[in-house]
C-alpha cells in the first residue's frame, strides 16, 4: 500500500514525540550511554518481583569465545576505548590519616561529580579493577562510564578482607566524599571482596556518605537486616552466576527475596549457567549505577 504525503507530518511528529522522550529518559540518568550496544543488549529469560529480580540469558560461547581474541585474557578491540587510560588514569597511594592505601584512579582528584570503589576478590588488587582487556573490556566501560560522565572511579588493593581491609575501604569513602563536596559515592565488591562491603554497612559514618552498593558474586551476610546500611535503606543489587561454585546463587537469592519482601530497594540479576567470574563480566554496570543513584526512575 502506497502511503500518501499527508501523512508524512503526522510521522514527523510521532517521530519528534519518540525522540523526545528518548532525550528525556537518557537525561535522567546520571551516566550517558557507552558502547551500550555492546554491553547492554542482553537478552532477559526470566522476571518476577515487578522486574525486580531478573535472569538473563548467558552463553559462553557467545559471551567469552565471541567476545575475546583470546578468551578470557584480551578483549577484541570493539569492546575498549584505551584513550582514558592516558588521559586520567594514575597509580597512586593515598596517606588517609593513619592508613595507606594504594588505589588506580581514574578521573578527577576533586570537585568529581560521583565516585565508583570497586573491591577485588582474593588474590586480586588494584590491577584487576583497571585492566581494560580482560573480563570482556567490562572494567574499561566502567573507567569510560565513570570519567566521561564527570566522575572518579577508584580500584584499590586490599590488603585483606577483615575490619582492617573495612577500615582502609571506610577511610577511602570519606576521603572521596569530601573531595567531591559530598557527592554521591557508589561502593561496589566482587567474591571476597564482598566481606568489605558487609563490614562497611556497619559502619554508620560510612553510611551516610554511601548512595548504595553492588555485590557481584558475592558471600551471603544473615546479619544484615541489622546494619546501619540497611536501617538508611540504600539501594542495593546483586548480581551472580547460576552455576557459580564459591557462593551459592540460592543463597544470595533467598536474601534478596527477603529484602524485596519488605520493601527494600533491591534488585537481583542472575546469569544463567554463569559461573563464579560470570557477573564482572557481564554486569551493566551503566543499568546498576543509574539504578542506585535513582531507584525511583526505573
Same mark, same amino acid.
Given at each position: ?7 508524512? @507530518?503526522?510521522?514527523? !511528529? ?10 528525556? &529518559?537518557?537525561? !535522567?540518568?546520571?551516566?550517558? @550511554? ?6 547492554s543488549n542482553q537478552t532477559v529469560i526470566e522476571s ?14 557467545? %559471551? ?16 575498549? %576505548? ?82 582492617? *581491609?573495612?577500615? &582502609?575501604? !571506610? ?32 559502619d554508620a559514618e560510612s553510611v551516610k556518605r554511601l ?6 558474586? *558475592?558471600?551471603? &551476610? ?21 552455576? %557459580?561454585?564459591?557462593?551459592? !546463587? ?23 549457567? *554463569?559461573?563464579?567470574?560470570? @557477573? ?19
Amino acid at each position: 500500500m502506497r502511503m500518501s504525503t499527508a501523512h508524512l @507530518p503526522i510521522l514527523s !511528529a510521532i517521530s519528534g514525540i519518540l525522540l523526545l522522550a528518548t532525550i528525556q &529518559d537518557a537525561a !535522567a540518568d546520571m551516566l550517558k @550511554p557507552f558502547k551500550d550496544e555492546l554491553f547492554s543488549n542482553q537478552t532477559v529469560i526470566e522476571s518476577h518481583d515487578n522486574g525486580a529480580f531478573q535472569t538473563i540469558d548467558y552463553q559462553e560461547m557467545r %559471551d567469552i569465545n565471541g567476545r575475546d581474541q583470546i578468551p578470557e585474557k584480551r578483549v577484541k578491540p570493539a569492546y575498549v %576505548d584505551t584513550g582514558v587510560r592516558w588521559k586520567a588514569q594514575e597509580d597512586e597511594t593515598l596517606q588517609l590519616g593513619d592508613r595507606k592505601v594504594d588505589v588506580t584512579r581514574i578521573g578527577p582528584a576533586s570537585k568529581q561529580a560521583f565516585t565508583v570503589i570497586f573491591i577485588h576478590g582474593r588474590g586480586g588488587d588494584r590491577r584487576l579493577g583497571s585492566n581494560d582487556y580482560t573480563f570482556g573490556g567490562n572494567f574499561n566501560r566502567l573507567k569510560n562510564l565513570a570519567y566521561g560522565n564527570g566522575g572518579t572511579y577508584y580500584a584499590p588493593s586490599v590488603k585483606g578482607f577483615d575490619s582492617n *581491609g573495612v577500615a &582502609d575501604i !571506610a577511610a577511602l569513602i570519606r576521603y572521596s566524599s569530601e573531595q567531591s563536596g559530598g557527592k554521591p559515592v557508589i561502593l561496589t565488591c566482587a567474591s571476597m571482596g564482598s566481606f568489605i562491603c558487609w563490614g562497611i554497612t556497619r559502619d554508620a559514618e560510612s553510611v551516610k556518605r554511601l548512595k548504595g552498593m553492588a555485590i557481584l558474586s *558475592g558471600v551471603t &551476610d544473615p546479619d544484615f537486616t541489622k546494619s546501619a546500611f540497611y536501617k538508611a535503606k540504600l539501594p542495593l543489587w546483586f548480581t551472580h552466576g547460576s552455576k %557459580d561454585p564459591v557462593y551459592a !546463587a540460592a543463597d544470595q537469592e533467598a536474601l534478596f527475596e527477603k529484602l524485596y519482601k519488605a520493601h527494600y530497594p533491591t534488585r537481583f540479576t542472575l546469569f544463567e549457567t *554463569g559461573n563464579h567470574g560470570t @557477573p564482572v563480566r557481564m554486569t551493566d554496570w551503566r543499568k546498576v549505577l543509574n539504578w542506585i543513584v535513582d531507584p525511583q526512575a526505573s
